[in-house]
């Protein structure tokens, strides 16, 4: 498997079934699959917290009574 890791050198390709290694290729692959995974669940998570706050926008500017004045005080 091609993965890309970006570094501050730049993008950096590695092919995880060239890995001499049984056991550190298995767990680069069981990485790969990790963060596959936590990646699209912070991709889950960014849509829903705008859906979200999309739906109590609507919710507050639908009731003009919820709204609260901005108080101004004097120092």
Known sequence: MIVKIETSEGTLE????AIKNKDSRV???VL???VSTL???REALQIANVV???NLEDICSASPESKVEASTEDK
């Open 27 to 29: 767990q680069a692959e």
């Open 14 to 17: 590695h092919d995880t079934n």
């Open 52 to 54: 979200h706050r999309k």
């Open 32 to 34: 790969v699959r990790k």
């Open 39 to 41: 990646e699209i669940l």
